[in-house]
Nanobody, 114 residues
Framework: QVQLVESGGGLVQAGGSLRLSCAATGSIFRFNTMGWYRQAPGKQRELVARIGTVGYPDYADSVKGRFTISRDNAKNTVALQMSDLKSEDTAVYYC????????WGQGTQVTVSS
């Protein structure tokens, strides 16, 4: 059974930081590029960052320099360190492989107050 479990979201003031974590089952994590996605109210889900099996992170322009993606292959986890958060970062954040599979976890809400 595939599982994607995101955690770490919350309410933070603009300029603050949060660290998101995702635990994935081996079948989706192993051998796949992993990504963090987000969906803001009324908007389509978008890719925020991705990381290959041995590194080589890549970021959307909107978060470059503020977010850092990392993965722990021994623990099947992927993290997203977010700093200098802005109100436009408010969204539900999800992890999934890249390209995304057609199933999603429950996500974790990030709300940035200005």
């Amino acid at each position: 059974q595939v599982q994607l479990v995101e955690s770490g979201g919350g309410l933070v003031q603009a300029g603050g930081s949060l660290r998101l974590s995702c635990a994935a089952t081996g079948s989706i994590f192993r051998f796949n590029t992993m990504g963090w996605y987000r969906q803001a109210p009324g908007k389509q889900r978008e890719l925020v960052a991705r990381i290959g099996t041995v590194g080589y992170p890549d970021y959307a322009d909107s978060v470059k320099g503020r977010f850092t993606i990392s993965r722990d292959n021994a623990k099947n986890t992927v993290a997203l360190q977010m700093s200098d958060l802005k109100s436009e970062d408010t969204a539900v954040y999800y992890c999934n492989k890249y390209p995304a599979a057609n199933y999603w976890g429950q996500g974790t809400q990030v709300t940035v107050s200005s």
